[in-house]
């Protein structure tokens, strides 16, 4: 009977362990197998006098020099568009540097932005797409959705039509 016993807690024991073993083969924590990398945070750029806009580096370590709220860089930031009587709105790229035609008032693009809606007859309310482009259907000052809506009560904007009258 001893002897038994023996046997069934050796077969649990080995079955428990082949079952952690094959755990961490299939997360692939095996001999440099796909592990998951955890990018560090990117925060503000604390060094004095620096006047380096986006990600940069000093010593090696990467910084911001937006002020992200938070302290943080989500990195979606961008640069507002300087290139001389620029008509693109929202993001887009020159000389391959992403940049932001609208007009934020932080003074640089959060990635939060989209245009407002100007399909005709649309009545979707909130962010939506249209082909592949990412549209808001409130109204917003400033002439583009500065990301502000997306925490706005559904119940109290419903019924709100005037997002498509003004222009910009």
């Known amino acids: 009977m001893h002897t038994k016993k023996m046997i069934y807690c050796a077969m649990a024991f080995a079955l428990a362990a082949a079952l952690l073993v094959s755990t961490g083969f299939a997360c692939g924590r095996h001999h440099g197998g796909n592990r998951q990398r955890v990018s560090p945070a990117v925060y503000l750029c604390p060094v004095e006098d620096?006047?380096?806009?986006?990600r940069h580096i000093h010593d090696g370590v990467t910084y911001c020099g937006y002020?992200?709220?938070g302290g943080v860089c989500n990195g979606?930031?961008?640069?507002?568009c300087s290139?001389?009587?620029?008509?693109?709105a929202?993001?887009?790229?020159?000389?391959?540097?992403?940049?932001?035609?609208?007009?934020?008032?932080?003074?640089?693009?959060d990635g939060t932005c989209a245009a407002l809606c100007t399909v005709e007859n649309c009545e979707i309310i909130g962010?939506?797409?249209?082909?592949?482009?990412?549209?808001?259907?409130?109204?917003?000052g400033g002439c583009f959705c500065d990301g502000t809506c997306a925490n706005a009560a559904p119940v109290a904007s419903r019924g709100f039509r005037q997002h498509h009258?003004?222009?910009c």
């Open 76 to 80: 979606q930031c961008a640069a507002l």
């Open 83 to 88: 290139v001389e009587d620029c008509q693109i």
């Open 67 to 69: 002020d992200h709220s």
């Open 165 to 167: 009258g003004g222009h």
């Open 50 to 54: 620096c006047e380096e806009y986006g």
């Open 90 to 109: 929202g993001r887009h790229t020159h000389d391959d540097a992403i940049c932001c035609g609208y007009d934020h008032e932080s003074g640089f693009c």
């Open 127 to 140: 962010r939506h797409t249209h082909s592949g482009t990412v549209y808001c259907g409130y109204a917003h």
